[in-house]
T-cell receptor
């Protein structure tokens, strides 16, 4: 079955460390997105990519980095520059605006 | 910039009753898409219903329907015959009319369905 896989489901990071969240899709979707979800703030866009080897900053890109070397993969790195990284991270992909997004099951990142 | 506002942080409804969740948005675009997503306790985001702005007819999907008022920039979701499985966070979202573009989300409404 086609879908989006995010791993790991839970991730713990020590302060000062970088950590990478994985997002893989086999839907042949062109566009991929990373959102951060905090209580009471909905989903906020971190980065998005509409084509391989190209990506754009979203509303809260500071302290994050991404790459898009393959159509299927869009990993997100949370760097030590991100002041408050503890959150729930959602990856999504889309083929065309009308159909909205398909979401992964999310990664819960906790800084310890 | 586009914004989406959901003014009801929490709502509750009794099983089998009807409930309406509110959403307003701000945009200068004429063509766009609007969506309602459901996030149950599993936290998986599920598309509930979508509306194309250039279509005047309100979208319906089984027990879910919308009241789309383009001039008022309002996009409410009506859930009929509420079921316990409808308990979830509901997010309203906006996208400009494009092949692919950013989804802009509201802050969500937490819906609790009581037996």
């Amino acid at each position: 079955d086609g879908g989006i896989t995010q791993s790991p489901k839970y991730l713990f990071r020590k302060e000062g460390q970088n950590v990478t969240l994985s997002c893989e899709q086999n839907l042949n979707h062109d566009a991929m997105y990373w959102y951060r979800q905090d209580p009471g703030q909905g989903l906020r866009l971190i980065y998005y990519s509409q084509i391989v080897n190209d990506f754009q900053k979203g509303d809260i890109a500071e302290g994050y980095s991404v790459s898009r070397e393959k159509k299927e993969s869009f990993p997100l790195t949370v760097t030590s520059a991100q002041k408050n990284p503890t959150a729930f991270y959602l990856c999504a992909s889309s083929i065309e605006g009308l159909y909205g997004y398909t979401f992964g099951s999310g990664t819960r990142l906790t800084v310890v | 910039a586009q914004t989406v506002t959901q003014s009801q942080p929490e709502m509750s409804v009794q099983e089998a009753e009807t409930v309406t969740l509110s959403c307003t948005y701000d945009t200068s675009e004429n063509n766009y898409y609007l969506f309602w997503y459901k996030q149950p306790p599993s936290r998986q985001m599920i598309l509930v219903i979508r509306q194309e702005a250039y279509k005047q007819q309100n979208a319906t999907e089984n027990r879910f329907s919308v009241n789309f008022q383009k001039a008022a920039k309002s996009f409410s979701l009506k859930i009929s015959d509420s079921q316990l499985g409808d308990t979830a966070m509901y997010f309203c979202a906006f996208m400009k009319h494009a092949y692919t573009d950013k989804l802009i989300f509201g802050t969500g409404t937490r819906l609790q369905v009581f037996p």
